[in-house]
């Protein structure tokens, strides 16, 4: 089974439109309760249409500056195994994937010392299969001779796809449409050492890929999804835009992709945290909603585990790269016999509900 749910600017369905005011409220969020409050009306806006992410408060000022005179601003497509980083972002610690990257970008451009943007500052774990990355160069390679050089002198956890020549205003984080993940899923009994380092393995219960596909598309939307920020983020507010939300399940395996114009610290393992407790019956639809709704971050305690994340890919206005090098490359696993769990969802008694259910198209053969 298939979900795909996207924001257009009235909140619609691909499939079908949702109701306008699901929670009975003035504010046409689907909170599940009376939204007499600002609060509640806020966090279930969604009259904005999809909008270009701006710049974060946590950005470092000196990282939207354009290329300096007499530079090339250069763009790359990566790919990385994050299972050995302790993600993106520059540490104390060597083992993080800027200092990897910048130390091969100094041995073939000595002249000054170089410094990387990404789109998306991934955690400790957290796969890439599209993460996109500028520099300033001073030195006379070709774009296009850039993957190949890199290659040979990074790990084999890193790989360079493409790379293009930019503007020097062309900013890698704040040029960007949209970000977009997939997390996977394992949901057989038996484990398997090859899905291990790339999905979470959810063994108990057979998840319930229906009622996490409901909860998942009431998320589309612009939102305040405080109740899915990990704490230590300086960002200003909590609001984001989800775009389109994608739930999959082919026989064992379930992926969910988010799509945003940008996403909070930690919120994508947040939220698949969430909705398998509610696959597993831990969680009723109404208590998922009133978290959300209520900004609840005290109550969002489980967060998925990291390996089963990848930031999938980058979009922005006009493609960078030949689309087979960052639009889809993550490949996807194929179980060809099923081993599912005995045991059903815990059951629940629900409170309410927004009495709707997600549209679903069939898989495809």
């Known amino acids: 089974m298939v979900l795909v749910s996207a924001h257009d600017g009235r909140n619609r369905h691909l499939e079908t439109a949702l109701p306008r005011n699901p929670c009975g409220g003035p504010c ?5 309760g009376p939204c007499a409050g600002r609060q509640l009306r806020d966090c279930c806006r969604s009259r904005s249409p ?3 992410i701006q710049p974060a408060a946590e950005a470092h000022p000196a990282a939207a500056a354009p290329a300096p005179p007499g530079l ?20 104390s610690r060597p083992d993080s994937v800027q200092q990897t990257l910048e130390a091969a970008l100094a041995a073939l451009d000595p002249h000054r010392p170089v410094t990387s943007v990404a789109a998306g500052r991934t955690d400790a ?7 996109v990355v500028h520099f300033d160069a001073a030195g006379p390679i070709p774009a296009q001779r850039w993957p190949r050089a890199l290659n040979g002198r990074l790990p084999a956890s890193i790989r360079v796809r493409a790379a293009a020549e930019v503007s020097g205003d062309w900013h890698a984080c704040f040029s960007a449409r949209y970000r977009r993940y997939r997390y996977t899923i394992y949901n057989g009994c038996t484990p398997n050492l090859f899905l291990a380092p790339w999905c979470w393995h959810r063994y108990r219960h057979r998840l319930d890929e229906r009622s996490m596909a409901e909860a998942l598309a009431e998320l589309v939307g612009e939102r305040d999804f405080s ?3 990990r704490a230590g983020s300086r960002r200003r507010n ?13 026989g064992d395996l379930i992926t969910i992709e988010l799509q945003a114009s940008g996403f909070l610290y930690g919120m994508v393992r947040l939220v698949v945290g969430q909705l398998v407790a509610l696959g597993e019956g831990r969680l009723d639809p109404a208590g998922f909603r009133q978290r959300w709704c209520n900004r609840l971050r005290a109550e969002v305690r489980e967060a998925a585990p990291p390996q089963g994340l990848c930031l999938l890919r980058v979009g922005y206005d006009q493609p960078l790269f030949p689309r087979a090098a960052w639009y889809d490359g993550q490949p996807r696993f194929q179980l060809e016999s099923l081993d599912p769990p005995t045991a059903s969802p815990q059951t629940f008694h629900s409170s309410g509900g927004s009495g709707r259910s997600a549209s679903v198209i069939p898989a495809a053969p």
């Open 28 to 32: 046409g969020g689907p909170c599940g």
């Open 50 to 52: 999809v909008a270009v």
């Open 72 to 91: 090339r601003r250069l763009a790359l497509c990566l790919q990385y195994d994050g299972s050995t980083f302790c993600g993106w972002q520059r540490q």
């Open 125 to 131: 774990g957290v796969h890439a299969a599209g993460q």
């Open 227 to 229: 109740a899915f920020q």
């Open 238 to 250: 909590a609001i984001t835009t989800l775009q389109e939300v994608r739930l999959e399940r082919q």
